[in-house]
């Protein structure tokens, strides 16, 4: 048909409409990136349900609190005792502190027991500058310590702006480093410039999109977003896109091999693709919501901010690129156009799958229909195989000093405290318990192993240690005390969990309604909380996926199947990446989360690739029955899939740059847990079982009673086809 008799409206207004409409969403969108801290935190506690015990404690802290204060802790560390000269210096460095004026009185300079270091605990005001803040006191105690000694700035707030650096790299170079591995792959996939950038444009005004309708909902305070949400956001949304492009731009390639009119092949392909990009998209936006049903806050604010991205992926997919390609046509494969194909070469007679098939994917369809059964056997075995590594993952949290890979001062100011100080100081445990239960309580505290120090709190803090000029009463706020412990490890060990379990244990002996709260205790209830996460929401995931791809297909056996695939995909991602974090990386452990966030992913994307291949089969198998449409199917949709793994894996690999124990575990289980699924399982366990079993893999659909010798060929006469 010629361009001629396609309607002006439809040939270049409304590309036209839709190219500028997305304009006008990355001009807003952009610049909202940089503002996207005015609504992110990375407050550990404010990841807590109400419910959690550290967050009640949380909550009655704060009524004995004057204003809202984090400490940083100052510590001076000298390589032999301090002499009286020495101390001297390092009290003048107090007046230094104050100087700054970061927020209340500043306590100190207090000396170890060993006199090679002392330590002052700096309140500074919990504000969004803290970071700047901590920078200030860094610039001040660390010129001015005695000559010869080192100081560290550390505790809360100092670990807390050394996290905050880390997550520096995410407005910047995280997406440069993407963007950079997309492209340099999407030029190897289709030697053309032009449709590279095609694709980019439309992931990146994607990516505005989904920054401006998150930054809308932080802002009206429907999620609570912080930096591991924010770096995810954005590989999810430029590998997303690209995915979903990808298998729009392999469409409208081959409508243009069957017309030279542009606007009917942009629309054929939009037809053909429509479906399996809206079912793709729509299982990892659900698959995303089912993290409300988590009690963990941060997995709970992960699910609509990730939903958000995959929706404008969806959208851009859609309407953006099918309008770049309406303008461009041919061009955008310059200078490798695709050409018309001659009448008699457009639907070729298939009668085994293989016809017009060549190179790699025509030897991987000879493979699984020769050899079927041994095929996917053979790859389960591989895959169980690798899932055993999941016994040696220790997915139970590490301590706050291991999350922060990169040099951080914090960290190194931590270690030197546990090297002279009770290591739980400036981090205690918060026991709050009622007035009239008070001693018996504080008695019970003292007595626990694990617990160097305990007292209770006057008003402004200030501990009641019974020694001359110290206040007598405790300060009271509606019938309840405080009571500080510190505590003899890390508060961020595991030693100091098992503390403050036996703690909560103690306590209620003397008072059952007393609460333990602090650091410690709010990394213990996030880990809990995240352990009965994965086991909740695992399951929904599974059955909301399962019942998508029942209705895209049509079938029972096939949804079943695939979903047990992919399953069994996860487990052996899993079990590498275990190894590979003990054994390579030499990781203390895990974050909790983790397990659940590589779950959601790998799940969601991994029957991403099933129903991109699972749709064009059933879409073969009503032209040419069961099995030749398995062969056909694989072989049509084998580059681009293939291309779009790679594509996913690099993106998520990105993640690997920003110096961040969880984002860097991640990014590794999702990158391995795609690409092993897109070599092995997608384009071998899957095809060559579905093979095996053929017709009745679409039961209970029409397909699985096809017999007529018109529809499919006896796996015989495949079998001797192929071997010619």
């Not at 960290?411 to 002279?420: I, P, S």
Request: aromatic residues 6%; negative net charge.
């Amino acid at each position: 048909m010629n361009s001629q008799k396609v309607p002006f409206w439809l040939r270049w207004l409304v590309p036209v409409v839709l190219v500028i409409t997305w304009l006008g969403i990355a001009g807003i969108g952009g610049p909202t990136f940089g503002r996207l801290e005015e609504v992110s935190s990375n407050d550990q506690a404010s990841f807590l349900p109400a419910g959690a015990e550290a967050t009640e404690a949380g909550d009655w802290q704060a009524k004995f609190r004057d204003s809202e204060e984090i400490p940083a802790v100052v510590i001076v560390e000298n390589g032999t005792p301090f002499t009286p000269a020495q101390l001297g210096e390092a009290a003048q460095l107090k007046a230094d502190i104050e100087a700054l004026k970061l927020g209340s009185a500043v306590v100190g300079p207090i000396p170890s027991e060993d006199d090679k270091a002392v330590q002052f605990i700096v309140p500074m005001a919990s504000s969004d500058e803290l970071r700047e803040k901590v920078q200030e006191l860094r610039d001040v105690v660390q010129p001015g310590a005695p000559e010869g000694m080192q100081a560290f700035v550390t505790g809360p707030a100092g670990l807390t702006a050394d996290l905050v650096n880390a997550f520096g790299g995410i407005d910047g170079i995280l997406l440069l480093v993407a963007l950079g591995a997309v492209f340099v792959i999407l030029l190897l996939v289709y030697r053309s410039v032009v449709l590279p950038l095609a694709v980019l444009f439309t992931s990146v005004f994607a990516l505005c999109a989904a920054i401006l309708l998150v930054f809308g909902m932080a802002k009206l305070g429907w999620i609570q977003l912080n930096g591991q949400s924010q770096g995810i956001l954005s590989i999810l949304v430029i590998g997303a896109a690209t995915d979903y492009a990808l298998l729009y731009v392999a469409r409208f390639r081959e409508a243009l091999t069957h017309t030279t009119n542009r606007t009917l092949a942009v629309i054929t392909a939009w037809k053909a693709s429509f479906e399996p990009i809206l079912a793709s998209g729509a299982t990892v936006i659900i698959a995303l919501l089912c993290l409300l049903f988590s009690d963990l806050n941060s997995n709970k604010a992960l699910g609509p901010v990730a939903a958000a991205g995959i929706l404008c992926s969806l959208f851009a997919a859609l309407t953006l690129l099918p309008a770049l390609m309406a303008l461009l046509g041919r061009s955008a494969f310059w200078p490798f156009r695709p050409k018309l194909l001659p009448d008699d070469e457009r639907e070729p007679e298939i009668v085994t799958g293989l016809e017009g098939q060549k190179g790699l994917w025509r030897a991987t369809g000879r493979l699984v229909s020769k050899r079927p059964r041994v095929v996917w056997v053979a790859s389960v075995l591989l895959l169980l195989a690798a899932s055993t590594g999941l016994m040696q993952l220790k997915a139970n949290g590490v301590p706050q000093t291991d999350v922060i890979l990169s040099a951080s001062d914090a960290v190194d100011g931590q270690e030197a405290l546990a090297r002279h100080f009770d290591a739980g100081s400036g981090s205690p445990a918060v026991v709050v318990t009622s007035e009239g239960a008070a001693q018996q309580v504080l008695e019970k505290v003292k007595a626990a192993d694990g617990v160097g120090d305990a007292y209770l709190l006057a008003d402004g803090n200030v501990p009641i240690t019974g020694a001359p000029g110290t206040p007598a009463d405790p300060a009271v706020r509606e019938g309840r005390v405080l009571i500080n412990a510190t505590l003899n490890s890390a508060a961020d060990s595991i030693e100091a969990e098992e503390t403050v379990k036996s703690l909560r244990v103690a306590v209620k002996e003397a008072d059952a309604d007393a609460l333990v709260g602090g650091v410690t205790a709010t990394a213990l209830d996030t880990n809990t909380t995240a352990q009965r996460d994965l086991v909740v929401i695992i399951p929904i995931v599974l059955v909301v996926i399962l019942f998508i791809l029942m209705l895209l297909l049509r079938s029972v056996v096939a949804p079943v199947l695939l979903v047990l695939s992919v399953v069994l995909s996860y487990g052996a991602a899993m079990g590498v990446s275990a190894w590979v974090f003990n054994g390579v990386f030499g990781f203390s452990g895990a974050d909790a989360t983790v397990p659940l966030f590589g779950f959601v992913f790998l799940v969601a994307l991994g029957v991403d690739y099933n129903i991109f291949l699972m749709s064009r089969v059933r879409e073969e198998s009503l032209k040419h029955g069961t099995r030749p449409g398995i062969l056909r199917g694989l072989a049509v949709t084998g580059g681009v899939i293939t291309s779009a793994g790679v594509v996913l894996a690099a993106t998520f690999a990105a993640l690997g740059v920003i110096p961040i124990m969880f984002l860097v575990q991640l990014a590794f289980i999702v990158a391995f847990g795609v690409l092993l699924d897109t070599v092995l399982v997608r384009s071998l366990l899957v095809p060559a079982l579905a093979y095996d079993i053929g017709s009745k893999i679409w039961w209970p659909g029409k397909l699985a009673r096809e017999s007529s010798p018109a529809q499919i060929a006896p796996r015989e006469e495949e079998e001797a086809s192929v071997g010619r």
